[in-house]
Every structure is written in structure tokens, then in C-alpha cells.
């Protein structure tokens, strides 16, 4: 492996965080990162399985960092389920999310889509189906939220799961508008690894069983490339290329490709970054967003563009 290329940190954390746990991580389609803190004991998990509520409620504090700028600094109050992840609607909502659901009954189910105005208020919830892996929300309030298996095929009670297509597009209200369909010969999605909602008018998945990368555009399947990586859970892409994340074996380790119009890729460079001390990066958290990668570790946030590495590889 070649010596692992430095990167400078686009936001410390440190300086805004002096209590709590991170519990959520993403970004948004303006770029804007979203840091969710637990302020309270964490009550996650009981005896090995996941918990979507605590036994007390939890408070949570929301950040928002435009670069290096805090530009939203808001506190949650008595929120009654553990939160996963986050998105801003464009009506200058807060979504947060749960990943797991109970279904119970017809008229008795967990609406793990948790919306809150700016400053904390709870507004209303939706369904958003139990087992979701990532959750993405376009500049004009689409919901897009992939499934890993259980979301799929059921769990928590589910026996017609909400996300058993493994990717499903919302609008803000909780109305399903999109349900993923594989067509060009693709399986189905058993397990959604990884999403990326690149533009209000493209979304690209990398999923389980064989690992296809599929570009969709206008929620119609553009173009697939059968991928030489197995068990990514994040890629960027632009043009051309993308950059996915590790694999199996070498979770740290990025893989830069060159998609071919006959639906095959060249691998081109495999990588590594480092910090400012020279040592290789751990990622705790990974979003890939559009054209870059936004990498999570030691309350560091890394952003890797890929016309920038292509640039510094001067390929």
C-alpha cells in the first residue's frame, strides 16, 4: 500500500462538544453537516436486540456546521425514541429518525419519523419502516430511506415490511411516492449497503447480493455497473468516477473507479488518508454525499471530494 495521503479536518468538534454521545451523523444536500448528541445515558439495546424506545425519555442536542461554522445549535426535549440519524426539511424542519419500528396492529404501529422545527419544537411523526439503513432528503423535501435485511424481510412484527423493495422515497408528509423496481437483469435489494441521493433528480445504491452499483435517475434505473467491491457502506461518485470505502477486509482502504460504458469499472488507485500526525484515519462514521466523503473520527470531520483526489493523483 502506497504512503496514505493527509487531509485536513473541515470541522473540530472538540470545541462544540463538551457532553454527550454521538449518535448520529449525516449530511445534508447543501452540505451542511448534522451532528446528533444523546445528553442522556444511552438505553439502545437490551439484551443484544435493539430498543426503538428508552425507558425514559432521552433529550438530544442538534448541531449543524456549514464547514467549519456552527450554524444551528438546537436542544430536543423528552423525545420518547432513540434517534439514529437526521435530515433538514426544506420547511426548516428537523427529521429525526429511529431505525427500527414496531408493528403491533393495523391501527398500532411505531411512526419512527420524528419532525421538529428549528428551535426544538415537536411538529408531527411518520412511518418510515422499521430496519433502515441510511436516510437522504433532497433540497425539495423528498425522504429517501434505504433497508438492510431486516427492514426487508420483516422483523419487529412486520409481516408485509414497509421497505421489503429495500429503497423508498417519501414525501414530507409520510406518503410513499417511490418503491424501488429492478430492471436490466438486477436482483433484488436483500440488504441496501449504501445510498447516495447525489441531486434532487439522481439517487445512487450499492446493495446486496451482488453488489451493483445503480444510478437512478428521475427515479428511473439509468445505468448499473457490476461492481468489483464487496461490502462497501459508503461511495461518492462524479462523472464518471467514484470513490467507495473499504469492503470486508479493508474498511479503511478507498478504492477510486472509473465506470465504463458497457456497465464494467476499472479500478484506477486504492488508497488511504492520513491525519495531521501522519497516522492512517479510523472512521467511526461515513456519508458519502454527491461528489464527496465525509469521514467521522476522534470528533474530527474529513470531507474527501473526488475531482480533488483525481486532481492530486493527476490522473
Not at 68 to 79: G, M, S
Not at 184 to 207: P, Q, R
Not at 245 to 267: A, C, I, P, W
Request: proline share 3%.
Amino acid at each position: 500500500m502506497q504512503k496514505a495521503l493527509p487531509l485536513l479536518p473541515i470541522v473540530n468538534l472538540s470545541s462544540a462538544i463538551s457532553s454527550g454521545e454521538i449518535v448520529a451523523f449525516n449530511v445534508c444536500s447543501d452540505e451542511v453537516i448534522y451532528i446528533v448528541l444523546a445528553l442522556k445515558p444511552l438505553d439502545y439495546r437490551t439484551e443484544g436486540f435493539a430498543k426503538t424506545t428508552p425507558d425514559t425519555s432521552q433529550s438530544y442536542r442538534i448541531l449543524g456546521f456549514q464547514e467549519d461554522r456552527l450554524i444551528l445549535d438546537t436542544n430536543i426535549a423528552e423525545e420518547k425514541f432513540n434517534i439514529h440519524d437526521i435530515q433538514p426539511l426544506p420547511t426548516k424542519e428537523l427529521l429525526l429518525v429511529c431505525a427500527r419500528s414496531h408493528y403491533k396492529s393495523l391501527n398500532d404501529f411505531e411512526k419512527n419519523g420524528r419532525i421538529y422545527s428549528s428551535d426544538g419544537e415537536f411538529s408531527r411523526e411518520i412511518l418510515l419502516g422499521d430496519g433502515i439503513q441510511s436516510v437522504q432528503v433532497t433540497s425539495d423535501g423528498i425522504i429517501w430511506t434505504s433497508f438492510f435485511d431486516e427492514g426487508v424481510f420483516g422483523n419487529f412484527g412486520w409481516k408485509e415490511p414497509v421497505g421489503s423493495s429495500g429503497l423508498v422515497a417519501w414525501d414530507s408528509l409520510g406518503n410513499k411516492i417511490y418503491d424501488f423496481q429492478p430492471t436490466y437483469g438486477l436482483g433484488t435489494i436483500c440488504d441496501c449497503y449504501a445510498l447516495n441521493v447525489a441531486s434532487d433528480k439522481d439517487v445512487w445504491l450499492y446493495y446486496y447480493t451482488e453488489f451493483p452499483l445503480v444510478h437512478l435517475h428521475h427515479q428511473k434505473i439509468q445505468s448499473v455497473w457490476s461492481m468489483p467491491i464487496s461490502g462497501s457502506d459508503s461511495f461518492a461518485v462524479s462523472g464518471n468516477r467514484v470513490l467507495f470505502r473499504g469492503g470486508y477486509d479493508e474498511q479503511d482502504t478507498y478504492h477510486l473507479f472509473s465506470l465504463k460504458n458497457n456497465g464494467k469499472v476499472n479500478l484506477l488507485k486504492k488508497l488511504q488518508f492520513a491525519d495531521q500526525a501522519g497516522q492512517k484515519i479510523i472512521a467511526e462514521r461515513v456519508v458519502g454525499r454527491g461528489s464527496s466523503l465525509y469521514i467521522l473520527s476522534n470528533r474530527l470531520v474529513y470531507r474527501i471530494n473526488v475531482p480533488m483526489i483525481e486532481s492530486s493523483l493527476s490522473l
